[in-house]
Nanobody, 115 residues
Framework: VQLVESGGGLVQPGGSLRLSCAYS????????MGWYRQAPGKQRDMVTV???????NSADSVKGRFTISRDNAKNTLYLQMNSLKPEDTAVYYC??????????WGQGTQVTVSS
């Protein structure tokens, strides 16, 4: 699975951004897809993901602010981020996982929240 993120940038606190992840390759039934992020000096953490059953699982810090969605016709995963905070500053990664294929990562896109 190949993943390419886009849509990052600089935004003021309280602002919004929408990230996109174009995916290609063989997506097996049961593949989980979603978003992680990594701030400087910190580990990479889950932001929000679609589970294999289609439900979503989100970090408490983004619930009510971030929304994951997908357009299967366009092979694209999205992350709508609202009410952004400085602590949301990080490199955001798109990821896909299937037990038979392992985990794939995109190259990441930088999101900076600052006035």
């Amino acid at each position: 699975v190949q993943l390419v993120e886009s849509g990052g940038g600089l935004v003021q606190p309280g602002g919004s951004l929408r990230l996109s992840c174009a995916y290609s390759g063989t997506i097996l039934s049961g593949t989980t897809m979603g978003w992680y992020r990594q701030a400087p000096g910190k580990q990479r953490d889950m932001v929000t993901v679609f589970t294999s059953g289609g439900a979503t699982n989100s970090a408490d810090s983004v619930k009510g602010r971030f929304t994951i969605s997908r357009d299967n016709a366009k092979n694209t995963l999205y992350l709508q981020m609202n009410s952004l905070k400085p602590e949301d500053t990080a490199v955001y990664y798109c990821t896909a996982f299937h037990v038979r294929q392992g985990r794939s990562w995109g190259q990441g896109t930088q999101v900076t929240v600052s006035s």
